[in-house]
C-alpha cells in the first residue's frame, strides 16, 4: 500500500507513555533491541515476529487486540 495510510498500527508507543515506560527500559526487562522496538514503536516496522508479539503483550499486560488498532 505505497503511500497510503495504513490500516493497522500497533499502539506501542502510546502504551508504554501509559506506563511511564522508555524504550531503553522495554528493551532491557524484554531483552528486544532498543532498534527493534524504536521501529516498532513509531510502526516504521515491515513485520514482527509473533514471539515480540506476544513478549511486548505480556510485558504490557495487553491482548493483541490492545496492542493494535
Known amino acids: 500500500m505505497e503511500g497510503g495510510l495504513k490500516m493497522i498500527r500497533n499502539r506501542l508507543a502510546a ?10 527500559r522495554v528493551a532491557k526487562d524484554t531483552g528486544i533491541s532498543r ?3 524504536t521501529s516498532i514503536s513509531q510502526n516504521d516496522s515491515e513485520m514482527m515476529r509473533m514471539e515480540t508479539i506476544n513478549t511486548l503483550c505480556k510485558y504490557l499486560g495487553v491482548t493483541p487486540c490492545e496492542f493494535y488498532e
Open 15 to 24: 502504551l508504554m507513555a501509559e506506563r511511564g515506560l522508555k524504550i531503553t
Open 35 to 37: 532498534n527493534t522496538i
